[in-house]
């Protein structure tokens, strides 16, 4: 079991850039892949980033290549997603999430993929 608390989300101007963290209880952080999505209102959650066990193998969705960083520190026990350059398209509450049993290089990019979620931290982006 791993717990996850999101943090870091507030109201931005479009072209900003905001730091979300992800601290997770327990002391097998580094037995999990994980991954940020995040759900608009009306819309299905959408894959963000993932990033493997080791941190060695990462992966993001197409519209958020070269604007966003996920990282993972296994030391603090927390991943973290840099968002750069935001649009409005961007705001969503955001989500991380956590996948044990898998190889140190699986990353997953499907929600299904993936046993423990935190509860989110929302994310505005005003034009």
């Known amino acids: 079991q791993v717990r996850l608390v999101e943090s870091g989300g507030g109201l931005v101007q479009a072209g900003d850039s905001l730091r979300l963290s992800c601290a997770a209880s327990?002391?097998?952080?580094?037995?999990?892949?994980l991954g940020w999505f995040r759900q608009a209102p009306g819309k299905e959650h959408e894959f963000v980033a993932a990033i493997s066990r080791s941190g060695g193998v990462t992966d993001y969705h197409d519209s958020m290549k070269g604007r966003f960083t996920i990282s993972r520190d296994n030391a603090k026990n927390t991943v973290y997603l840099q968002m750069n350059s935001l649009k409005p398209e961007d705001t969503a509450v955001y989500y991380c999430?956590?996948?044990?049993?898998?190889?140190?290089?699986?990353?997953?990019?499907?929600?299904?993929?993936?046993?423990?979620w935190g509860q989110g931290t929302q994310v505005t982006v005003s034009s």
């Open positions: 327990g002391r097998t952080f580094n037995w999990y892949a």
């Open positions: 999430a956590a996948s044990g049993l898998r190889s140190s290089t699986w990353i997953g990019v499907q929600k299904s993929e993936y046993n423990f």
